[in-house]
C-alpha cells in the first residue's frame, strides 16, 4: 500500500520544539524526495523543508532555517521534522509530500502522494 502517514504534532507554548515523522511505504521512500509542508489558516500550502533520502541536497524555507531540521532513518523509513524555537507563525496543519515530479521543491503541485497531515498549534 502507497501511503504517508505524519504524527508529533501537538500544541506547545513560544519558543517550544516539536519533532514530526513521516514514516513513508517504500516505494514512497526509497531514493526519494520527501517534503514537508505546511498550511497556515488561511494560507496557501508552503514547502517548510525537503530531504532526498539516497543522500541529496536539503533544501529550507527561509522562514524555518536555522530553527528547523529534516533528516531520516532509513531501517524506518521515516523522515522526521525537527522544529525548535516554534513561535505563533509556526502553526499549521504539517503535511509530508512525496513521488516528487520535478520542478521547485517547494512546489505543492510537484508531489503526487500526501500524507493527512498533523497539526501545530503554538501559543504565545
Known amino acids: 500500500q502507497v501511503q504517508l502517514v505524519e504524527s508529533g504534532g501537538g500544541s506547545v507554548q513560544t519558543g517550544g520544539s516539536l519533532r514530526l515523522s513521516c514514516a513513508a511505504s517504500?516505494?514512497?521512500?526509497?531514493?526519494?524526495?520527501i517534503t514537508w509542508f505546511r498550511q497556515r489558516p488561511g494560507k496557501e500550502r508552503e514547502g517548510v523543508a525537503s530531504i532526498e533520502t539516497n543522500g541529496g541536497p536539503t533544501f529550507y524555507a527561509d522562514s524555518v532555517k536555522g530553527r528547523f531540521s529534516v533528516s531520516q532513518n532509513n531501517a524506518k523509513k521515516t523522515v522526521y521534522l525537527q522544529m525548535n524555537t516554534l513561535n505563533p507563525e509556526d502553526t499549521a496543519m504539517y503535511y509530508c509530500?512525496?513521488?516528487?515530479?520535478?520542478?521547485?521543491?517547494?512546489?505543492?503541485?510537484?508531489?503526487?502522494?500526501w500524507g493527512q497531515g498533523t497539526q501545530v498549534t503554538v501559543s504565545s
Open positions: 509530500a512525496a513521488d516528487f515530479r520535478g520542478g521547485r521543491w517547494a512546489g505543492p503541485q510537484n508531489y503526487y502522494d
Open positions: 517504500e516505494s514512497l521512500y526509497v531514493n526519494r524526495r
